[in-house]
């Protein structure tokens, strides 16, 4: 049994708390919020534990004599924690997301190696689940490739409003997806590409035409780690149509800027006020579904992996294809049954075949 610690007490961090939990290690969840913190950990039966991300000793304090650490907190997070875990010589793994704080996280490597641990950004659904997919399909291949192409969607079951969209975790985010430069392999060359934009209809058996578009970290480091075997690659999100373009006009609007704004002698960042609106007006906590559709093409040769999952009346379909892949590889690392040691993201330190495999458990599977 491994002394393992989540950190973040919503709904990704209880679903990670409950699976490591399930494979039978001591788990402690923190949060800055007790109250909630401690509900979580009654309802588990594990231990409650107050801590703010932000508070290095907090963190120092939690993290020792832990095996393995999970964040579930935000991404700006991310590089405290990671060189926290080091320091704690402790495994990490966090939800990733943004492309600038994992290269922060990629520096802390032969620090991490020096301590035998390993740091793993970018190990949820996307990135993660469906970048490791995506490698599988490339190998498959034979390691070369015309085209990766990976195209996810979560998604309420029923939308509502001209969104169809409800809140499934934090506004912040979702608008760093929003607002970022997205990475792609485009005729042979690395690049980036605007958020919100190269927009292509999605036809989804069962939910009727989906829209696509380009959102940032989707392709986590494989626009940079295969641009010499790979000519075309891309990460794009589904929604209900509309959703995107809406998003495109707040974008040019400038309600997208981190900068505060002067109005009526108030000072308030755009940004946060977006923030605010999504958080109070978004419908939340309603069933909801996951889509996952990968492919590679070669010579004419067109490999694919498809996967729908659905809230399963306890975890959000979200909650479940983002902790369960991090929870996996987390119990794979605590059984040295991955050996990685040092920064890499999920697609780099665990294969398509191995982590699928631990995924059956929890009825995650792809059709092929």
């Known amino acids: ?21 399930r494979r039978g290690h001591s788990v402690t969840i923190a949060d800055a919020d007790s109250s909630r913190c401690r509900a979580v950990a009654d ?65 802390l490597h032969d620090a991490a190696r020096g301590a035998n641990v390993a740091i793993v950004p970018d190990c949820g659904l996307a990135p993660g689940l469906a970048n490791v997919v995506a490698e599988g399909l490339l190998s498959d291949l034979g390691g070369r490739a015309d085209s990766v192409q990976i195209r996810v969607g979560a998604l309420p079951q029923e939308p509502r409003g001209s969104l169809g969209y409800q809140l499934a975790f934090s506004p912040h985010g979702l608008i760093n997806e929003y607002a970022e430069p997205c990475e792609v392999i485009e005729n ?15 036809d989804w058996p069962g939910l009727g035409p989906l829209e696509a578009f380009s959102t940032a970290g989707g392709t986590s480091t494989m626009a940079k780690r295969h641009r010499e075997s790979v000519t075309n690659l891309e990460y794009k999100t589904m929604r209900y149509p509309g959703h995107g373009r ?24 755009p940004r946060q006020l977006l923030l605010d609106a999504l ?41 479940r294809t983002t902790a369960f892949p991090a929870t996996a590889l987390a119990d794979r690392l605590l ?26 458990a929890v009825s995650i599977g792809f059709e092929r």
Not at 1 to 21: E, H, K, Q, R, S
Not at 87 to 101: C, M, R, T
Not at 279 to 303: F, Q, S, T, Y
Not at 347 to 355: H, P, R
């Open 1 to 21: 049994m491994a002394n393992t610690l989540v950190l973040g007490a919503g709904i990704v961090g209880a679903a990670a708390a409950w699976d490591l939990a």
């Open 43 to 107: 309802g588990l039966g594990i231990e409650p534990l107050t801590v703010r991300a932000e508070n290095r000793s907090d963190v120092a304090a939690a993290m020792a004599a832990r095996d393995v650490v999970i964040s579930a907190v935000p991404y700006l997070f991310g590089f405290g924690l990671a060189e926290a875990a080091v320091e704690a010589q402790a495994h990490y793994l966090d939800f990733g997301g943004n492309p600038s704080i994992v290269a922060e996280q990629k520096t």
């Open 188 to 202: 042979g060359e690395y690049t980036t590409v605007e958020p919100l934009t190269r927009f292509e209809t999605v």
């Open 246 to 269: 809406t998003f495109r006009s707040l974008y040019e609007l400038g309600l997208f800027d981190e900068e505060p704004a002067g109005i009526d002698g108030v000072s308030i960042a």
């Open 279 to 319: 958080w109070k007006h978004l419908p939340r906590g309603e069933p909801d579904l996951v889509l996952i559709r990968v492919w590679a093409e070669r010579g004419g040769k067109k490999v694919t992996a498809q996967c729908v999952d659905l809230h399963d009346g306890t975890f959000s379909a979200l909650a």
């Open 335 to 360: 059984k040295d049954a991955v050996t990685t040691r040092g920064v890499a993201t999920q697609n780099e330190a665990v294969s398509a075949t191995a982590l699928l495999g631990e995924l059956k």
